[in-house]
């Protein structure tokens, strides 16, 4: 299971939550009365019935849910960008975390320094790459030793950068002089995408805007905008920065989410056309690529 904290999403309660849980909503039945009640309010499947979810019980509840899932297998749930979660979904992933002890699950919880409180877990802090260790990186990527010496330099130790820019051969830069390094990692993605065809590219944004990463969904609305695509069902894989950071047309930007929310039935609508707002590029996911700095909070232990 996985969650990404969303900058423009900080201040909607459980948003975060509701990607979260998403997948697994349908064994929210399986808990006990109260408790599915309060997630059932999280996910606004109760038509505001039962007022604001409580935190306590949503936090119980996530609890509870995560052993039940973990019962069939060991279960490993991420959550990046925890700096960017809203208040309420972090603190109910936080209370699951803190007591978490035998029950084959661990939440791994990846943040930067600023915005996120790991009271009660255990922390590793990331730093940027040696020089050592990004030669290392680099040691069977066919460099000549000027260009990898440039990579490592200009990359600043960021580790997707490396990658990028020896896949690239060459660190990007722009007329106007040097980038920072996160501008630059997305600029080699927006020059590996100008070239794809007009609808392979449709395809990538439709994506993009599909907020669950649900396939069907996915090829219902590609077939509305005319881009079509085979595939078998399962969750479409959008993870990828690449697909995040989509150029596009204002027309398409304008098409796109009517499609994914029409495609998705009018209980995700609402949804949808926020997973398109929320990865288009801009200053939020430039930011997302400068890697080091950030810590990871690990809970799979009782903490009481």
Same mark, same amino acid.
């Given at each position: 299971?996985?969650?990404?904290?969303?900058?423009?999403?900080?201040?909607?309660?459980?948003?975060?939550?509701?990607?979260?849980?998403?997948?697994?909503?349908?064994?929210?039945?399986?808990?006990?009365?109260?408790?599915?009640?309060?997630?059932?309010?999280?996910?606004?499947?109760?038509?505001?019935?039962?007022?604001?979810?409580? $935190?306590? =019980? &949503?936090?119980?509840? *996530?609890?509870? @849910?995560? +052993?039940?899932?973990? /019962?069939?297998?060991?279960?490993?749930? #991420?959550?990046?960008?925890?700096?960017?979660?809203?208040?309420?979904?972090?603190?109910?992933?936080?209370?699951?975390? $803190?007591? =978490? &002890?035998?029950?084959? *699950?661990?939440? @791994?919880? +990846?943040?930067?320094? /600023?915005?996120?409180?790991?009271?009660? #877990?255990?922390?590793?802090?990331?730093?940027?790459?040696?020089?050592?260790?990004?030669?290392?990186?680099?040691?069977? $990527?066919? =460099?000549?030793?000027?260009?990898?010496?440039?990579?490592?330099?200009?990359?600043?130790?960021?580790?997707?950068?490396?990658?990028?820019?020896?896949?690239?051969?060459?660190?990007?830069?722009?007329?106007?002089?040097?980038?920072?390094?996160?501008? $630059?990692? =997305?600029?080699?993605?927006?020059?590996?995408?100008?070239?794809?065809?007009?609808?392979?590219?449709?395809?990538?944004?439709?994506?993009?805007?599909?907020?669950?990463?649900?396939?069907?969904?996915?090829?219902?609305?590609?077939?509305?905008?005319?881009?079509?695509?085979?595939?078998?069902?399962?969750?479409?894989?959008?993870?990828?920065?690449?697909?995040?950071?989509?150029?596009?047309?204002?027309?398409?930007?304008?098409?796109?989410?009517?499609?994914?929310?029409?495609?998705?039935?009018?209980?995700?609508?609402?949804?949808?056309?926020?997973?398109?707002?929320?990865?288009?590029?801009?200053?939020?996911?430039?930011?997302?690529?400068?890697?080091?700095?950030?810590?990871?909070?690990?809970?799979?232990?009782?903490?009481?």
């Amino acid at each position: 299971m996985q969650v990404t904290g969303i900058e423009v999403e900080a201040d909607l309660a459980f948003a975060g939550l509701v990607q979260f849980l998403w997948p697994v909503q349908d064994r929210i039945g399986a808990l006990p009365g109260p408790q599915a009640d309060a997630l059932r309010a999280v996910l606004a499947q109760d038509d505001g019935r039962r007022g604001a979810p409580d $935190r306590f =019980l &949503s936090g119980l509840a *996530v609890l509870t @849910l995560l +052993a039940e899932v973990a /019962e069939e297998s060991p279960l490993l749930c #991420l959550v990046d960008d925890a700096q960017w979660l809203d208040q309420a979904s972090a603190d109910a992933l936080r209370f699951a975390a $803190r007591r =978490l &002890s035998a029950e084959g *699950v661990a939440i @791994l919880f +990846a943040a930067r320094e /600023e915005g996120f409180t790991a009271t009660g #877990l255990p922390e590793t802090q990331l730093s940027r790459l040696s020089s050592a260790d990004a030669a290392l990186l680099l040691a069977d $990527r066919g =460099l000549t030793p000027a260009v990898r010496e440039q990579v490592i330099e200009e990359s600043g130790g960021n580790p997707l950068a490396l990658t990028e820019f020896s896949a690239a051969q060459r660190p990007y830069h722009s007329a106007a002089g040097p980038m920072p390094v996160a501008d $630059r990692v =997305l600029a080699t993605y927006r020059s590996r995408i100008a070239v794809l065809p007009d609808k392979t590219r449709l395809m990538m944004l439709t994506a993009a805007a599909e907020a669950r990463g649900h396939l069907p969904t996915l090829l219902s609305a590609a077939e509305t905008l005319g881009v079509g695509l085979e595939g078998r069902a399962g969750r479409a894989g959008r993870r990828h920065r690449c697909c995040r950071d989509v150029p596009a047309s204002a027309d398409q930007h304008h098409r796109v989410p009517g499609s994914a929310a029409g495609a998705a039935g009018p209980r995700t609508r609402g949804t949808g056309a926020r997973g398109h707002r929320r990865r288009l590029p801009g200053p939020a996911s430039r930011r997302r690529h400068d890697i080091p700095g950030r810590r990871g909070c690990r809970g799979d232990h009782s903490r009481g």
